[in-house]
């Protein structure tokens, strides 16, 4: 059973940089789409971005299309998200996922972004 395990969050300036990792214990490339959400206080869960296996080019939340950049390293089984430009609104838990081509998802335990001066 595939488990995701998130790494780098943590307390960052505004326009500062954090890049995020999610690694795998099974192999990526048996999914249909890979990718992060993020929730912040009192809000619900977004997805910011994601790769899927038709897409030619990964998917982005319009507010983080310019600062943010997903990619993906097969061969280490771990997808990153580089956050650039950060802002106070970035502040949340992020969680990387992986949806199979049931449709069924699984998620990583979440790690915490904090954008503050």
């Known amino acids: 059973q595939l488990q995701l395990v998130e790494s780098g969050g943590g307390l960052v300036q505004p326009g500062g940089s954090l890049r995020l990792s999610c690694v795998a214990s099974?192999?990526?490339?048996?999914?249909?789409?890979i990718g992060w959400f993020r929730q912040a206080p009192g809000k619900e869960r977004e997805g910011i971005a994601c790769?899927?296996?038709?897409?030619?080019?990964?998917n982005y939340l319009d507010s983080v299309k310019d600062r943010f950049t997903i990619s993906k390293d097969n061969a280490k089984n771990t997808v990153y998200l580089q956050m650039n430009s950060l802002e106070p609104e970035d502040t949340a838990v992020y969680y990387c996922?992986?949806?199979?081509?049931?449709?069924?998802?699984?998620w990583g335990q979440g790690t915490l972004v904090a954008v503050s001066s």
């Open positions: 790769i899927s296996s038709v897409d030619v080019s990964p």
């Open positions: 996922y992986a949806e199979a081509y049931s449709g069924k998802t699984k």
């Open positions: 099974g192999a990526f490339t048996n999914y249909y789409t």
